[in-house]
Structures are given as structure tokens and as C-alpha cells.
Nanobody, 121 residues
């Protein structure tokens, strides 16, 4: 069993910053890619940022230049530094771990439970 535990969400004023963390634990030998998704009320879940085990990153156009994703492979942890936050960034943010090697031939995808980010004055 693999678990993803997120932390760092909360309420922040427009223009403020937050840092999300997501730590993976359990029985696995490697994780290929990790990422952050978000889902606002009434909207579909969307990709925010993604990072591979080699450090290659990609971002949604709406967060480029404001958000930074990083990863500590030794700690199996991914971070999302969010700066210059806007009200439209308000959503539940979910951590994702893709192609988690749970056995020599089995790879699975896992999701965290989500953490609320609210940007409001």
C-alpha cells in the first residue's frame, strides 16, 4: 500500500504565497513522475504542474512564472511553491504519483486526499 500525504494548504490573501508538500510512503521501489492537480467547485480536475524523476518539469499556462514544482527523491516528496496567488487559484489541490513501482512488474498510480487552498481578501 502506498500513501500520499499532503500538507500546506490554507487561506491566503491575493498576492500571497503558500507551499504545498506531498510525501509518499509505503511499499514501493521508485516513483516515475509526481505532480499537482487542482479542482475548483463545478470544474474538472486539471493539471497544475508535473515533475519527472529526472527533474523535467511542466506547468499549466495559468501558473507559469508564479508556481514552482520541485522534488526530493531521497524523501519521496514533491513540493509546490505558489507565489502571487490569485482568487482563481482557489481549489482543492491533489498530489499525484505516477508509475509507482510496487513490485518488479507492477506499476500503479496514486492520489493524495487533497488540500484546500483558498485565495481571498
Amino acid at each position: 500500500q502506498v500513501q500520499l500525504v499532503e500538507s500546506g494548504g490554507g487561506l491566503v490573501q491575493p498576492g500571497g504565497s503558500l507551499r504545498l508538500s506531498c510525501a509518499a510512503s509505503g511499499m514501493f521501489s521508485s516513483i516515475n513522475a509526481m505532480g499537482w492537480y487542482r479542482q475548483a467547485p463545478g470544474k474538472e480536475r486539471e493539471l497544475v504542474a508535473h515533475i519527472t524523476s529526472g527533474g523535467n518539469t511542466m506547468y499549466a499556462d495559468s501558473v507559469k512564472g508564479r508556481f514552482t514544482i520541485s522534488r526530493d527523491n531521497a524523501k519521496n516528496t514533491v513540493y509546490l511553491q505558489m507565489n502571487s496567488l490569485k482568487p482563481e487559484d482557489t481549489a482543492v489541490y491533489y498530489c499525484n504519483a505516477d508509475r509507482v513501482k510496487v513490485t518488479t512488474s507492477v506499476y500503479r498510480n496514486y492520489w493524495g486526499q487533497g488540500t484546500q487552498v483558498t485565495v481571498s481578501s
